[in-house]
């Protein structure tokens, strides 16, 4: 319940303090029927233009999950840039148990307010990625190809973001799990035609189990 209470607090800091949420640095294994996770996130993102220099700025997220069936998964993430996103996941590959996972995951993302960023526009996105991994006894490598498109509201432009996040996921027995990764992506304008910044994001996410998920771990090891 604490951990919960705390969760609960970081969603309201966050919706009065951007960049897309690209990824929670998850495997390419669903919850399961019934279970849900909760997540927090800590990250530095950027932009790397073919200059010297990076610009960069922290962000804040967190996240809920919850499985509808056992191959599909649905949440809401909220991010310190004032952006929520939808998603929903679905495990094609393997299960709980297989050395490998893979998993099709698609997200719609808004900004929820105006901000510097942005110059009081609204970006809209629309993602696609599949969440691969390899698993080895209780941890595993991540490897999530995804793409995004970007539409500007009432500025009439848009761009692509494709490239990937690069991670590792270390399960527990304990309230949590944890995982940290990397993400680069190639940024395209609105002809696909490719521009000279390229964008990153690096990060570590705590993902806090349900009681039923973490006796079911309990079960497994």
């Known amino acids: 319940m604490r951990t919960f209470n705390y969760l609960i607090m970081l969603f309201g800091i966050l919706l009065m303090t ?14 399961g029927k019934g279970n849900t996770m909760i997540g927090g ?29 056992e191959d599909l998964d649905v949440g809401l993430s909220i991010s310190s840039n004032t952006s929520v996103m939808g998603f929903a996941k679905y495990q094609f590959l393997g299960d709980k148990y297989s050395k490998y996972a893979g998993s099709l995951e698609l997200d719609v993302e808004s900004v929820i307010g105006g901000n510097q960023f942005y110059d009081g526009t609204y970006p809209l996105r629309y993602g696609i990625s599949a969440p691969l991994s390899m698993h080895q006894g209780n941890f595993a490598y991540i490897l999530q190809p995804q793409y995004l498109n970007q539409q500007i509201v009432n500025d009439n432009t848009s761009s692509h973001f494709l490239g990937s996040t690069f991670g590792y996921y270390k399960e527990t027995q304990k309230r949590f799990d944890f995982s940290l990764g990397l993400t680069y992506m190639f940024v395209y304008n609105q002809n696909f035609v ?21 006796q079911s771990a309990l079960d497994d090891y």
């Open 18 to 31: 951007s960049c897309a949420q690209f990824t929670r640095y998850q495997t390419g294994r669903t919850l």
């Open 41 to 69: 996130k800590a990250s530095l993102s950027g932009v790397a233009i073919n200059q010297p220099g990076l610009t960069a700025f922290p962000e804040l997220g967190a996240y809920i999950q919850h499985g509808i069936i």
């Open 194 to 214: 490719k521009t000279n910044e390229n964008f990153y994001q690096a990060g570590l996410v705590f993902h806090f189990k349900s009681k039923r998920m973490r």
